[in-house]
């Protein structure tokens, strides 16, 4: 019962605005959770090649990027509200060129425009706005556990959209990958909906630039540099995406696409029970520790996947780096929030989720490039990514070890 009423007491406190948040993310990545397993597949049964493959990965993160640039230039001058649903829009349109269309361009093009993602990691153009929404409408001293709340609900959603993955590949009737695409456009129409119905509270308070008419938008130094060190962390994380992943396991051990699907379900659903501890950690022991102690263990345990020798233990390898792997997150997402005042969080979301999406559209083109001959076998893209996400927490542990770092 105590549970019972604290959970309804924060979900009060979360407010109308931050619930229809949670609930259109945890929409959104059930569907990247389901289309990410099967990505690799769909565009092999096209004949497409491997290279092509890691080329339409990196060009629909570098329409991420585009989208996520401009929103976080202009998203609060248009309305929020409005730029959601228009992104929610051309999300349902790449749904329905990937379930209906074998052209290779025309799958570029629908890659580009409709935040296809390789993994569950939402580094795309929705992120920064929903951020700034739930940084605006809720208590500061609570953003660690509601950005905990936003990321488990999400995550949550990605297991059961691998799992939905693993049941679409046993039905009969249509491939696998044109099932989940489908069900991906729907999915996209239902987030529409929800962000058709954000309250005005959701919206950007007026500034004194906006009144006056200037609309130059300055981005803090600080957050340049949190962005170039997100940029460093994602470009390794980028490396080993699900879609990566998925295929090496296919490669490395023959698993097929039910073990994927099932595997990655564990691998989502392990990460957001997790990062339930994040709020805890966080005010025990600082943002700065809740973000580095478990990113740096699941760095370590990643170098390690490459050198199992059977499926079972590459699986065990990496579901246990899976289950520490996201503990960062809110604790990162928090600590964005507090270094800026509230008329940049929208600016600042949007520039770190950016420079993020910037090295994740690389990351797969580099990561498939690796993937050749020998380097199969060596899992070369895994041990280059935990070296270089080690690298990232040794160099946010230097440059921000003398910051105050409490929540709130």
């Given at each position: 019962?105590?549970?019972?009423?604290?959970?309804?007491?924060?979900?009060?406190?979360?407010?109308?605005?931050?619930?229809?948040?949670?609930?259109?993310?945890?929409?959104?990545?059930?569907?990247?959770?389901?289309?990410?397993?099967?990505?690799?597949?769909?565009?092999?049964?096209?004949?497409?090649?491997?290279?092509?493959?890691?080329?339409?990965?990196?060009?629909?993160?570098?329409?991420?990027?585009?989208?996520?640039?401009?929103?976080?230039?202009?998203?609060?001058?248009?309305?929020?509200?409005?730029?959601?649903?228009?992104?929610?829009?051309?999300?349902?349109?790449?749904?329905?060129?990937?379930?209906?269309?074998?052209?290779?361009?025309?799958?570029?093009?629908?890659?580009?425009?409709?935040?296809?993602?390789?993994?569950?990691?939402?580094?795309?153009?929705?992120?920064?706005?929903?951020?700034?929404?739930?940084?605006?409408?809720?208590?500061?001293?609570?953003?660690?556990?509601?950005?905990?709340?936003?990321?488990?609900?999400?995550?949550?959603?990605?297991?059961?959209?691998?799992?939905?993955?693993?049941?679409?590949?046993?039905?009969?009737?249509?491939?696998?990958?044109?099932?989940?695409?489908?069900?991906?456009?729907?999915?996209?129409?239902?987030?529409?909906?929800?962000?058709?119905?954000?309250?005005?509270?959701?919206?950007?308070?007026?500034?004194?630039?906006?009144?006056?008419?200037?609309?130059?938008?300055?981005?803090?130094?600080?957050?340049?540099?949190?962005?170039?060190?997100?940029?460093?962390?994602?470009?390794?994380?980028?490396?080993?995406?699900?879609?990566?992943?998925?295929?090496?396991?296919?490669?490395?051990?023959?698993?097929?696409?039910?073990?994927?699907?099932?595997?990655?379900?564990?691998?989502?659903?392990?990460?957001?029970?997790?990062?339930?501890?994040?709020?805890?950690?966080?005010?025990?022991?600082?943002?700065?520790?809740?973000?580095?102690?478990?990113?740096?263990?699941?760095?370590?345990?990643?170098?390690?996947?490459?050198?199992?020798?059977?499926?079972?233990?590459?699986?065990?390898?990496?579901?246990?780096?899976?289950?520490?792997?996201?503990?960062?997150?809110?604790?990162?997402?928090?600590?964005?929030?507090?270094?800026?005042?509230?008329?940049?969080?929208?600016?600042?979301?949007?520039?770190?989720?950016?420079?993020?999406?910037?090295?994740?559209s690389v990351s797969p083109l580099a990561a498939t490039t690796l993937f050749t001959g020998a380097l199969v076998i060596l899992g070369a893209p895994l041990l280059i990514g935990a070296a270089l996400g080690i690298g990232y927490d040794i160099t946010l542990w230097c440059a921000y070890r003398a910051a105050p770092m409490a929540e709130g």
């Amino acid at each position: 019962m105590p549970n019972t009423q604290a959970a309804s007491r924060f979900l009060i406190e979360l407010g109308r605005s931050g619930r229809l948040i949670v609930a259109a993310r945890a929409l959104r990545t059930f569907g990247y959770g389901c289309t990410s397993v099967l990505l690799a597949e769909l565009l092999a049964q096209d004949g497409d090649d491997p290279w092509q493959t890691g080329l339409l990965l990196s060009l629909a993160s570098a329409g991420s990027v585009v989208a996520s640039l401009t929103l976080g230039l202009f998203a609060d001058r248009w309305g929020r509200r409005r730029t959601l649903i228009a992104c929610g829009c051309l999300m349902a349109v790449a749904g329905v060129a990937f379930a209906l269309s074998e052209s290779y361009p025309i799958l570029l093009a629908a890659a580009f425009i409709g935040t296809i993602s390789p993994s569950t990691n939402d580094n795309t153009p929705f992120s920064g706005v929903e951020q700034s929404i739930l940084a605006q409408t809720c208590d500061p001293r609570r953003h660690t556990t509601v950005f905990t709340c936003y990321n488990v609900t999400a995550m949550a959603a990605g297991a059961l959209g691998a799992l939905a993955a693993a049941a679409l590949a046993l039905q009969p009737w249509v491939t696998a990958a044109d099932a989940a695409f489908a069900l991906y456009a729907l999915l996209a129409v239902c987030t529409v909906l929800l962000f058709w119905r954000l309250s005005p509270e959701a919206e950007a308070p007026p500034s004194p630039r906006h009144r006056q008419g200037r609309h130059r938008v300055r981005v803090p130094g600080p957050v340049r540099r949190l962005a170039a060190l997100f940029a460093l962390d994602a470009f390794s994380g980028g490396l080993a995406v699900q879609s990566i992943l998925a295929w090496w396991f296919a490669q490395r051990y023959g698993a097929t696409s039910a073990q994927l699907g099932l595997v990655f379900f564990a691998a989502n659903l392990l990460p957001a029970l997790a990062q339930l501890t994040a709020p805890f950690l966080a005010s025990r022991r600082g943002l700065l520790a809740a973000m580095l102690l478990p990113h740096l263990a699941a760095n370590l345990l990643l170098a390690a996947i490459p050198f199992a020798p059977t499926l079972g233990s590459a699986v065990t390898l990496l579901l246990l780096r899976q289950t520490l792997s996201k503990i960062d997150v809110p604790a990162r997402q928090a600590f964005t929030a507090a270094i800026v005042p509230p008329a940049h969080r929208t600016t600042a979301a949007s520039m770190t989720s950016v420079a993020r999406s910037v090295a994740v559209s690389v990351s797969p083109l580099a990561a498939t490039t690796l993937f050749t001959g020998a380097l199969v076998i060596l899992g070369a893209p895994l041990l280059i990514g935990a070296a270089l996400g080690i690298g990232y927490d040794i160099t946010l542990w230097c440059a921000y070890r003398a910051a105050p770092m409490a929540e709130g």
